[in-house]
């Protein structure tokens, strides 16, 4: 599995490493140091065409002005294997962000995951998942809940990741360098 993201800012990471050992040290979930890197995603997909998709996104990264987006709160995503995130506040620089990704990408995606997709698109931060129970969830709501998340995040860059089998890593990743004016 693979997915077009932006890494976090060191600062927001930080902040995001600190949350996941809350909830570990707390909550005992630890499922998220499967993909131990701080991050929210554009498109996941199932494989690209490489190296196609990399100069796209080269290429696009010197049309990206850097932005900030803000952290808005906790949800949910419910399921059998249910994920627990920190929402991100869509803004019309972050929408046209992504539908730039999406529409220059899409075709050298396969199997892309709808959920991604520009009407669908939920811009998250995953805080726990894979070990979800209905035993640990109110425990990892009890920490989160009264925690204020409204904080900025810088977003300066895009990135390939990527998940096989038990291997996470960074595969590629494009400073935006679009200067503001």
Sequence with gaps: MY???????PL??????????????????????????????????????FPQVTEALRKLAGEITPFVVKSAGIGIFTSGAPIL??????????????????????????????????????????????????QNLPCAFSILA????NFDIKVNNIALIYQIDQQVGLREQFLFEKNIK
Excluded at 146 to 149: A, S, Y
Aim: glycine letters at 4%; one cysteine or more; proline letters at 5%.
């Design 146 to 149: 009264f925690r204020p998340f």
């Design 12 to 49: 927001s990471s930080l902040k995001i490493q600190e949350l996941w050992k809350y909830l570990e040290s707390d909550c005992g979930l630890i499922g998220i140091k499967k993909t131990p890197l701080p991050h929210f995603s554009w498109q996941g997909a199932n494989d690209y065409q």
């Design 85 to 134: 995130y920190l929402s991100l506040v869509k803004t019309n620089q972050m929408m046209r962000a992504h539908k730039k990704i999406w529409d220059l990408t899409e075709s050298m995606g396969d199997q892309l995951s709808e959920f991604y997709a520009p009407d669908s698109w939920m811009p998250h931060i995953t805080l726990a998942y894979h070990d979800i129970t209905r």
């Design 3 to 9: 997915a077009i993201a932006s890494i976090l800012d």
